[in-house]
């Protein structure tokens, strides 16, 4: 079975085994050896040491199981020690319980990493011996072990305060250096940005210009814009006005077309009545050869007849010429009509082309103030 110390198993605190003769300077870790350990003048030894000799010169933060052990003036233990042979000189100490074993038991006891865990003897009659209380016991044994850790930090610092203020002053140097040189490479840095600067507020001043140039140009070319949207709309004006001519124009042809056949209806009828009356008259003549004076009545109603047939054959040659004229103006019409279409696809086609120059002004012009906005921005 496994023995402790203090809750702490031996086995674990020598697990980390770590064979040394002498120690003259500062070591944290557990020291176990077969031959003898020296801790030197001034030397701090942080750990547990097990070997058959132990000689102690320095400082010892830690228990120490050996068959013989000596504190020579100046050393110090602060721990518990287990041994067979003790020598304490003037001027050591040693901080912690002191418990002798036989010689021949330290084989056994280092073999085993245990401790000797002593008995009070019996003593006769009701007489007991006074054990001094563990609670006390414990602190007494934690106040000297933070006493020792203290020592051993102290002998720590003092040995590494020149290394490392040394360290620090070195490194105190470089890194003068380095900023002198970090320094020399901002002014560098920034005369470059100064000059950069400058040439930033110059190219600035143009891209202003030019930004002012290009919003004039944007500007007329709006001017010309609104003109040609006004002259579209005239001609879209124009193009409404002569539909509704061409409207006007055709009823007129449609109600003279129709006026001119009520008097060819008229003149067929009168011709027909003509033609009746020529044949009733020669009728007439062929059987009434006694009736001149109704012949008479005839012929005059002949005349008449041919005088009205000759004034509907005016009327009718003066509708012609009125027909004849109507199609002409209507040919007039419809001409001007076609010419009034082409001008309008003329019109239509014109400002589609306007409308894409004028996208791809616009276009163009947006993407110049883009890439002036994205240049500005990027100063």
Do not use: C
């Not at 003048?41 to 830690?62: D, N």
């Not at 006004?230 to 409404?240: D, E, S």
């Not at 696809?345 to 276009?363: E, F, G, N, R, Y």
């Amino acid at each position: 079975m496994e023995e402790t110390v203090q809750g702490r198993s031996l086995r674990n605190i020598f697990s980390r085994q770590k064979a040394a003769l002498q120690i003259n300077a500062y070591q944290v870790g557990d020291v176990y050896s077969t031959q003898v350990v020296e801790i030197g003048l001034g030397a701090t030894l942080v750990g547990h040491i097990v070997a058959p000799v132990v000689h102690v010169y320095g400082l010892v933060y830690g228990s120490v199981l050996a068959q013989e052990t000596a504190v020579y003036p100046g050393g110090q233990i602060w721990g518990d020690v287990y041994t067979a042979k003790l020598n304490i000189e003037p001027d050591a100490s040693i901080h912690g319980w002191i418990s002798t074993i036989e010689a021949a038991s330290y084989t056994e006891y280092a073999q085993n990493l245990s401790l000797p865990q002593p008995v009070p003897p019996e003593l006769p009659g009701d007489e007991q011996i006074i054990a001094p209380d563990a609670s006390e016991v414990e602190q007494k044994k934690i106040l000297q072990q933070s006493a020792a850790l203290a020592l051993a930090a102290r002998a720590e610092l003092e040995e590494s305060f020149d290394k490392r203020l040394n360290e620090m002053v070195g490194k105190v140097i470089a890194r003068n250096k380095i900023l002198t040189g970090e320094l020399e490479t901002a002014v560098s840095e920034l005369t470059a940005l100064q000059t950069a600067y400058q040439t930033n507020q110059t190219d600035l001043a143009t891209r202003i210009s030019q930004q002012e140039q290009l919003n004039q140009e944007i500007q007329i070319a709006r001017t010309l814009l609104a003109e040609r949207d006004a002259t579209i709309m005239t001609l879209q004006n124009n193009v409404k006005a002569g539909q509704l001519k061409i409207e006007t124009l055709s009823q007129q042809r449609q109600t003279s077309e129709n006026t001119l056949k009520s008097k060819q209806a008229a003149y067929t009828a009168l011709l027909a009545r003509h033609e009746s009356l020529e044949t009733a008259l020669q009728a007439s003549l062929e059987h009434t050869s006694d009736l001149e004076e109704s012949l008479l009545r005839w012929q005059e109603l002949a005349e008449y007849s041919e005088a009205r047939a000759k004034e509907l054959e005016e009327n009718q040659n003066a509708l012609q010429i009125k027909l004849e004229v109507a199609q002409a103006a209507y040919a007039k019409i419809e001409e001007n009509q076609f010419q009034l279409k082409d001008d309008l696809k003329t019109a239509q086609t014109t400002i589609k082309k306007q409308a894409s120059v004028i996208k791809q002004l616009k276009d163009v012009t947006s993407q110049k103030i883009n890439d002036l906005q994205k240049q500005l921005a990027n100063k």
